[in-house]
C-alpha cells in the first residue's frame, strides 16, 4: 500500500543484489510506482527483476559507469540517469532534482541501511514508517546507519506520530521534526 501511494520507490544496488526484490504493488489495488535504483558504477546484472516489464525502472549512476552498461540497459527499456557523485556514491541532492524534473514528486525509499542512512543523515526525508514485528533476530541486519549523533537527545525526532497494527507488525509513523535544534 504504501507503494501505491507513491510516484516512485528507490533502492541502492546492494539491496537489489542482496534480495533481488521486483518493487511493485502486491495485495492491494494500485498501480506500480516507477521503481529507482541509485547504482554509482551499474554493477547489477542486466537480468534483475527491477530490470522486469511489470514496472518502469530508472537507473541513477555516476560517470564512474560503463557506457556500454548504460547502452544495454537503455535497449532493454530502462531510463538511465547520469548524475553527480559523491563521496558515498550518487550525490543525493542531484538524482533527487533529476527525478523531481522527470515529474516524481513522492518517494519510497526502502533501502537498505546505506541509502536510508545517507537519506536520513544529509535530511532529505519529509517522513519516516517504521516497521516493528514481535521477533528477535539478535544482531541482525542494521537498518539505520551512523547518523552522527551520540546523545538520544540529538536523534532525530518524528512529530505527528501515528502507530498502526498491520497484522502482528506494529507501523510507526512520523515526519521528521526539521524545527528542533541540531548541530552539524
Not at 507513491?6 to 544496488?13: N, P
Not at 511489470?54 to 541513477?60: C, E, P, Q, Y
Not at 549512476?61 to 550518487?90: F, N
Not at 514485528?133 to 518524528?158: C, F, I, Y
Request: glycine share 10%; hydrophobic share 45%; with cysteine.
Amino acid at each position: 500500500a504504501l507503494r501505491a501511494a507513491c510516484d516512485a520507490v528507490a533502492v541502492g544496488a546492494a539491496t537489489v543484489l542482496v534480495d533481488n526484490p521486483l518493487l511493485t504493488v502486491r495485495m492491494v489495488p494500485g498501480a506500480s510506482p516507477i521503481r529507482v535504483i541509485l547504482d554509482s558504477t551499474l554493477r547489477l546484472p542486466t537480468d534483475a527483476h527491477v530490470f522486469g516489464a511489470d514496472a518502469s525502472t530508472i537507473v541513477l549512476t555516476t560517470e564512474r559507469s560503463s557506457p556500454d552498461r548504460r547502452a544495454a540497459l537503455r535497449e532493454r527499456g530502462v531510463t538511465v540517469a547520469v548524475v553527480r557523485e559523491s563521496p558515498d556514491g550518487i550525490d543525493l541532492p542531484d538524482g533527487l532534482a533529476h527525478l523531481q524534473r522527470l515529474g516524481i514528486r513522492s518517494l519510497l525509499v526502502e533501502g537498505g541501511a546505506r541509502v536510508i542512512t545517507s537519506m536520513l543523515r544529509a535530511r532529505l526525508a519529509d517522513r519516516v514508517v517504521v516497521a516493528v514485528a514481535p521477533l528477535l533476530v539478535g544482531k541482525g541486519t542494521e537498518a539505520v546507519g551512523d547518523l552522527g549523533t551520540s546523545l538520544v537527545a540529538d536523534g532525530l525526532q518524528l512529530a505527528n506520530r501515528t502507530v498502526h497494527q498491520a497484522g502482528p507488525d506494529l507501523l510507526i509513523a512520523g515526519d521528521l521534526d526539521t524545527s528542533a535544534k541540531r548541530d552539524g
